[in-house]
């Protein structure tokens, strides 16, 4: 009986020394299968970068790793400048490689039917009759001239209008038309403008008329300062 009580106890100390020895085989083989892969830069990020943050305000919020060839993630970016003028399409977090499809240009990222405003510019909505808003033909990404008209005083019976400012080289970002078959229906066309002329066009709106015509690509170049001038129609004209 005694005899039997060693044999078992022995078998189980064999068996205990001969998985420590297998465990340490394979980590053995692990790590020396680890010191022979290849390592790759990757871009990391170090600290919490927001959705909508420029690619060119990421330096101090990621840094090149070293990883192996088989951790790299699909699309991962090694070089800030092969995302040149994009921005952060979601939050990425500590320990996230950098990749691709984590960032798109901003014009990318705008709704269906819109354009976005360039930077440093605001925007403004008019609302239109089909004749004032160039028969209704306009789309996002048009350029237009906007011209703010008024009514003189009236001489003889007979009223004098004067277009008191006019705007060229307008972007419109977005229109939105009437519901079908209201012919009275409005036009909502919004406008991409400096703050000092969307001041103008406000004013416009409260007190005088607003015309707007379809410009072509060759009259002007994108963010040209818009001319003022003076035209009084009169019953002599």
């Given amino acids: 009986m005694t005899r039997r009580i060693i044999a078992a106890v022995a078998a189980l100390l064999l068996a205990a020394v001969g998985a420590v020895v297998l465990i340490g085989v394979v980590r053995d083989a ?3 299968a680890r010191a022979g892969e290849e390592l790759v830069d990757v871009l990391v990020v170090d600290s919490e970068i927001a959705p909508g943050t420029s690619v060119a305000d990421l330096g101090g ?3 090149v790793e070293q990883v192996p060839g088989r951790l790299l993630a699909p699309g991962a970016v090694t070089d ?3 995302l040149q003028d994009q921005v952060a399409t979601a939050s990425l977090l500590p320990g996230e490689q950098l990749v691709t499809g984590r960032f798109a240009k901003p014009a990318d990222l705008a709704p269906a039917g819109t354009v976005l405003a360039p930077d440093g510019m605001v925007e403004v909505s008019v609302s239109l009759d089909g004749q004032r808003a160039v028969g209704g033909v306009l789309k996002a990404g048009d350029k237009v001239g906007v011209q703010l008209t008024e009514e003189a ?3 003889g019976g007979v009223s004098s209008y004067s277009v008191f400012a006019v705007f060229n080289d307008v972007l419109v970002t977005r229109v939105v038309a009437p519901a079908e078959g209201d012919p009275s229906g409005l036009y909502t066309v919004t406008l ?3 703050p000092e ?3 103008v066009v406000v004013l416009g709106m409260t007190s005088q008329a607003i015309w707007l015509s379809l410009e072509k690509a060759a009259m002007g170049d994108a ?3 818009p001319s003022t001038t003076t035209v009084t129609l009169g019953d002599d004209q």
């Fill in 197 to 199: 002329d969307a001041e």
């Fill in 223 to 225: 963010g040209q300062t």
């Fill in 61 to 63: 919020s990621v840094s």
């Fill in 80 to 82: 800030l400048a092969a």
């Fill in 153 to 155: 005083a009236a001489e």
């Fill in 30 to 32: 692990d790590t020396r």
């Fill in 192 to 194: 991409a403008l400096s």
